[in-house]
């Protein structure tokens, strides 16, 4: 699987109407109605804010009121097609006066989320966890150095010194000799 390296913005033009893509990361569907809430105010006058997005947990589309099949799906072929996860792809349309049909619909949707993917950098997803790991402030330089190549999401410095950090499952076995705890079984950047 893949997701997005980082969020982006992308504008096409077909036929006078406007397709703005958002490719947005998420990592679970929790935010979504948020998520739209904000993009609805960021662009207030808009015709249409159609979705798809995939999680490990869930997959949906929306129409928003383009006929039905229209917008919502095509967005969530293409990263189904992709494979392309924990993504919400947004496409924001300010219609420009002319219609395009159902099959010119499909198209339109279609190609903004094609059009919006080419402009981004695409990362492997691997399966791995999110451990909290605990451990004396005395084996912090050896917690540091076996922890080098992976992500530290955060520290916090208490009686123990606790990392949130993102491992793969492959590479669980190098912390078995500390004190840690599974927070999230979850797909990781590799």
């Given amino acids: 699987m893949k997701s997005i390296k980082e969020n982006i913005i992308n504008k096409i033009e077909i036929k006078n109407s406007k397709f703005i893509t958002l490719l947005i990361k998420i990592d679970d569907n929790t935010n979504i109605n948020n998520l739209l809430k904000e993009i609805k105010e960021k662009y207030p006058k808009a015709t249409h804010y159609c979705y798809g997005y995939i999680t490990e947990n869930s997959k949906k589309s929306s129409d928003d009121n383009e006929p ?53 950098k695409l990362i492997e997803l691997i399966p791995g966890y999110e451990i909290e790991l605990s451990f004396p402030y005395n084996k912090q330089k050896e917690i540091d150095y076996t922890l080098k190549d992976y992500k530290i999401i955060n520290k916090e410095y208490l009686e123990l010194v606790i990392y949130h950090i993102l491992i793969p499952k492959e590479k669980i076995s190098i912390i078995e000799k500390y004190q840690y705890k599974i927070k999230k079984d979850l797909l990781i950047e590799k």
């Avoid at 039905?68 to 992709?82: D, F, Q, W």
């Avoid at 300010?94 to 919006?116: D, N, Q, T, V």
């Fill in 68 to 120: 039905s099949n229209t917008a919502g799906l095509p967005i969530l072929n293409v990263l189904e097609k992709e494979k392309i996860m924990n993504v919400i792809a947004i496409v924001v349309r300010y219609f420009g006066g002319i219609k395009l049909g159902a099959s010119g619909l499909i198209r339109a949707y279609s190609k903004s989320i094609k059009e919006a993917l080419k402009t981004t």
